[in-house]
């Protein structure tokens, strides 16, 4: 089934078959929420994503069809109402069977270069392909419950690139956000971001001196956030955190957050909580 697939992506438009599409969103708990019309148009989204997008495994990971519709099913969840466009620029996407590791060059404040890998589970390249960890890709929650979805994260790294630098501030189109402000996007952005950041200080003041804020042992102390910890990373994170909840697990966002929410459903013009 892989062969034909890829020989598909190759010479015209993909055919997502029946029984796979059926099967791929009964894999994915949180495509349950769309109507009977959304079903078929991010199918049909998927299939133009398939035939647009080189999809390809690596360490020795053989990509199924399965892991291909899988994958294109989560990454078009956000351009629903948007369009395919909104991934222009780059081709490419490599599916690790799990973690993998990157190598890292960061400058220090004293000038000092520290060279290092780090284990992740996905990252978008600017101009570049999406990394993604097949095993994590299959997750739609953490260990504590917290809204996860690496595929949906990274895609919207990409949105967010199309305009500069992943900041947390995409791209608006005219004819399908005309009610969003830049200004107000930055100012709400902002005001999100800094009640997150206040939140995991407390929670890490909190922390007692014998556990590591980065261990497991601390899961329990920052399972009550509204998000994963990684949004405190920067805007950018923040924004693909939220993108991540929004779509898998939104009311916890739209209760901590509930402008900044508001924003994001007029983005990306979907509002999971107003679906049954």
């Known amino acids: 089934m892989l062969k034909g697939l890829l020989e598909r992506l190759v010479g015209g438009p993909v055919a997502i078959p029946d029984a796979l599409w059926e099967s791929t969103l009964a894999s994915v708990p949180f495509l349950a929420r769309l109507s009977g019309d959304e079903r078929d148009r991010l199918r049909t989204l998927a299939e133009r994503f398939l035939a647009e997008k080189q999809m390809g495994a690596a360490v020795g990971l053989e990509l199924t069809a399965e892991m291909q519709v899988h994958i294109a099913a989560q990454a078009c969840l956000p351009i629903?109402?948007?369009?395919?466009?909104?991934?222009?620029?780059?081709?490419?996407?490599?599916v690790y069977p799990a973690e993998f590791l990157v190598p890292r060059i960061v400058t220090d404040d004293a000038g000092v270069v520290h060279e290092?890998?780090?284990?992740?589970?996905?990252?978008a390249w600017d101009g570049g392909p999406v990394l993604i960890s097949w095993e994590d890709a299959q997750k739609s929650s953490t260990d504590?419950?917290?809204?996860?979805?690496?595929?949906?994260?990274?895609?919207?790294?990409?949105?967010?690139?199309?305009?500069?630098?992943?900041?947390?501030?995409?791209?608006?189109?005219?004819a399908l956000h005309r009610g969003l402000d830049l200004r107000d996007w930055q100012t709400t952005l902002a005001d999100a971001y800094e009640a997150f950041i206040a939140e995991i200080e407390l929670v890490e003041s909190e922390l007692p001196s014998t556990i590591d804020p980065e261990s497991r042992d601390a899961d329990r102390y920052y399972a009550h956030l509204p998000l994963d910890a990684y949004a405190a990373q920067d805007a950018g994170e923040f924004f693909a955190v939220s993108s991540e909840a929004f779509f898998v697990k939104p009311a916890r966002l739209q209760a901590a957050f509930p402008a900044w929410y508001a924003l994001l459903a007029a983005f990306f013009r979907q509002d999971p909580l107003a679906q049954p």
């Open 116 to 123: 290092y890998t780090e284990p992740i589970s996905g990252e």
């Open 80 to 94: 629903l109402n948007l369009d395919l466009g909104w991934y222009r620029g780059w081709n490419s996407i490599v």
């Open 144 to 174: 504590d419950g917290t809204a996860y979805s690496v595929v949906i994260h990274e895609f919207t790294h990409k949105i967010d690139l199309l305009n500069g630098d992943a900041d947390g501030v995409p791209p608006f189109a005219p």
